[in-house]
């Protein structure tokens, strides 16, 4: 099984560009969201989705939208990049049911630097 | 809200000894608990949960975990640490408001020495 998906895995921005961080999950799962990680801050949840066409904003939205037009996927976009935004980025998901209910899956990183 | 804290930033502990990799909780109602690790440069890896039942929960790679209710605290152990396992490890707890998503402790980094 392929799990959470992420693309790309590393990328380099400059101030004003946009860009969409692609993400999906063949596990049919709900629940997905994306979190960024800095030093010492541990994971902060940007936007998360209950399931196609709802979603919500989470700690720390501004300068980034999302979508979820299908279950298996939902994208990252990044409106006019900033230097701040420079991190690692983890897309995850989630379902209920089942022995790996509750359980959360994370991909494996994008790791988006800004200049 | 719920939170998570690791109120330590690195643990040290030699090859072969037990480790603990401590975690404290805060949260309203019952809690639905969970340890990752990440290696440097990788994506974060499901040791264990709890949810409900026994309050010593086993997981991956000979991890475990002890919920404590009184004391709430959700702390990770191993009765014998390997080189192996030094790595990255947060203590999450699930946020029911916020779509079932993760609310993260700041990350305990775990360094084993041969």
């Known amino acids: 099984n392929a799990g959470v998906t992420q693309t790309p895995k590393f990328q380099v921005l400059k101030t004003g560009q946009s860009m969409t961080l692609q993400c999906a999950q063949d596990m049919n799962h709900e629940y997905m969201s994306w979190y960024r990680q800095d030093p010492g801050m541990g994971l902060r949840l940007i936007h998360y989705s209950v399931g196609a066409g709802i979603t919500d904003q989470g700690e720390v939205p501004n300068g980034y939208n999302v979508s979820r037009s299908t279950t298996e996927d939902f994208p990252l976009r990044l409106l006019s990049a900033a230097p701040s935004q420079t991190s690692v980025y983890f897309c995850a998901s989630s379902g209920t049911g089942g022995a790996s209910g509750n359980t959360i899956y994370f991909g494996e990183g994008s790791w988006l630097t800004v200049v | 809200a719920q939170s998570v804290a690791q109120p330590e930033d690195q643990v040290n502990v030699a090859e072969g000894n037990p480790l603990t990799v401590k975690c404290t909780y805060s949260v309203s109602g019952n809690p639905y608990l969970f340890w990752y690790v990440q290696y440097p440069n990788r994506g974060l890896q499901f040791l264990l949960k709890y949810i409900t039942g026994d309050n010593l929960v086993k997981g991956s790679y000979g991890f475990e975990a002890e919920f404590n209710k009184s004391q709430t605290s959700f702390h990770l152990k191993k009765p014998s640490a390997l080189v192996s396992d030094s790595a990255l490890y947060f203590c999450?707890?699930?946020?029911?408001?916020?779509?079932?998503?993760?609310?993260f402790g700041k990350g305990t980094s775990l360094l084993v020495t041969p």
């Open positions: 999450a707890v699930r946020d029911l408001n916020s779509g079932y998503a993760l609310n």
